[in-house]
């Protein structure tokens, strides 16, 4: 197993456990209230770590007790956190979550300090892509700071895997000629290319423009359908069989953290996305984004008909 490093979010995940998420002008009586330590790169760091990898993290964070928490808990799996910059006058990023009985949620982000993560800073800390063999990033950071961490990983030879959550429109050539792995869901597919995602065939159309503009690989996770690597000549869906969903919460997170920590082994693209759907098996079956992770042990020992993304 070689290094990963993970550039993005920090966030305190507000969780709010409903019955239903409530429509515009809607009032609802929700069910209880937690706080637990998320945030789209941090999810990552966190399952990284608790799946065995060594792995570093760079990312902003304020100088409160939701911050302190934050690194408390990367600490606690073992993730490098000397690359988390501090700021005495922001607070750190909260994620406001409302998770209704199905498992499904609907999240609202307030950045906070993760708008402070600069190209500056990662310039400064090029040791840990030097030292590291795959880099992964997300998009709620600004977008010219994951622009600078692929461009750094290009020249130095590493391989990048980029999650665009959350999507935006038509990301900049500059920045996809640069991406090993870009893994979107479908609907971060069908903002990304502008194109429709609801069929196989078109999730492939969609998965191949993002190739013709500099991406080597596609994987699309498709819910309880599976998931889908895409490459310039080929295609093949990965099937995943249904569990009982409590929480949806840092499912995706999982999954990427799931494929790039086998891909860090040597592994084939094809192994790391069955491992991943393993992985991501286990944390819709629990509550939270970091409390969900499971160890590596226990995903080698889930039953294999029992998979969900």
């Excluded at 665009?164 to 991406?179: D, I, M, R, T």
């Excluded at 490459?231 to 249904?242: D, G, I, N, S, V």
Aim: charged share 20%; glycine share 8%; hydrophobic share 40%.
């Amino acid at each position: 197993m070689r290094k990963l490093l993970v550039v993005g979010s920090l966030n305190m995940d507000t969780v709010l456990n409903v019955s239903k998420i409530p429509q515009k002008g809607e009032t609802i009586l929700g069910k209880e209230i937690s706080y637990v330590p998320g945030g789209k790169g941090a999810n990552q760091a966190y399952a990284m770590g608790k799946l065995g990898a060594e792995v570093a993290m760079i990312g902003c964070i304020g100088a409160d007790g939701n911050g302190s928490k934050l690194l408390q808990n990367l600490q606690s799996v073992h993730v490098d956190t000397r690359a988390i910059q501090i700021f005495q006058k922001e607070s750190t990023g909260i994620a406001l979550i409302t998770v209704e009985e199905t498992g499904e949620n609907s999240i609202v982000v307030i950045a906070g300090a993760n708008s402070k993560l600069t190209r500056q800073w990662i310039m400064e800390q090029q040791k840990y892509i030097d030292e590291c063999d795959i880099v992964v990033a997300q998009l709620e950071t600004p977008l010219d700071s994951i622009c600078a961490v692929a461009e750094l990983a290009k020249q130095k030879g590493k391989r990048m895997l980029l999650d665009p959550a959350p999507a935006q429109k038509e990301l900049p050539s500059s920045l996809l000629k640069n991406v090993s792995i870009i893994k979107p869901n479908e609907t971060e597919l069908q903002i990304l290319t502008g194109k429709p995602t609801h069929t196989e065939q078109e999730i492939i159309l969609a998965a191949r423009e993002l190739i013709e503009k500099g991406v080597e690989k596609v994987v699309v996770t498709l819910g309880e359908k599976g998931a889908m690597l895409v490459t310039k000549q080929e295609h093949q869906l990965f099937a995943a069989k249904k569990v009982k969903a409590v929480d949806t919460t840092a499912a995706g997170d999982a999954f990427t953290a799931g494929l790039a920590l086998k891909l860090s082994e040597g592994c084939t693209c094809e192994q790391a996305i069955s491992f991943a759907i393993k992985v991501s098996s286990i944390v819709v079956t629990r509550k939270g984004a970091q409390t969900s992770i499971p160890s590596y042990e226990e995903v080698i020992n889930v039953d294999k008909s029992s998979t969900i993304i």
